[in-house]
């Protein structure tokens, strides 16, 4: 049975800091990597992925995959208000669904 | 963008009731898919479909049926719902190839209360 873990569980950043969230699996066979972004009251949406090794950017996020040591993780960069957010990864292998880590709770304070 | 629709929106019974959560999607995705969500454990999944007719078992299926009666429409059935039951229900869909790579669309979700 697949296991994904994220760290840390909530953090209150400032506006405009950085920040980085953690997602940790346990099937090395694991092959695509998601992070899904839930605003209060909201559906989950997809924020980016990645399948292969290394970094991949988009605007103030960026992915970095390390498949060796069963780990991803999502950075932002310059965090603002509309950032806060629950932050959900994702993974995915053998044709199967997705399986959802717990989430992490981000506060973007002004 | 995919469009996922869930009613009801709200629902709320009592233990040992009936319910169905109804979810329709109109993109003609061939995979449809439900999860629950309580805080602390993100989204399980319950149920998913690849197409009418085809079930497949996620990982948190006890107490829960599910039913794909065509392309667009995927139903929960809890048929003797329990305390335990409440929770906060997303239908998901999306367009996976044999690799089932591909972003999940979800539906606003059902906030079901078993009493």
Redesign the interface.
Known sequence: QQNVQQSPESLIVPEGARTSLNCTFSDSASQYFWWYRQHSGKAPKALMSIFSNGEKEEGRFTIHLNKASLHFSLHIRDSQPSDSALYLCAVQWGGRALIFGTGTTVSVSP | EAAVTQSPRNKVTVTGGNVTLSCRQTNSHN?M?W?RQDT??????IH?SYGAGNL?I??VPDGYKATRTTQEDFFLLLELASPSQTSLY?CASSDAG????A??F????TRLTVL
């Not at chain 2, 044999?98 to 790579?101: A, H, M």
């Open positions: 995979y898919y999860y602390g454990h993100g989204l399980r999944l998913y497949q996620g990982d997303f044999t690799n089932n790579y972003e999940q979800f539906g606003p979700g």
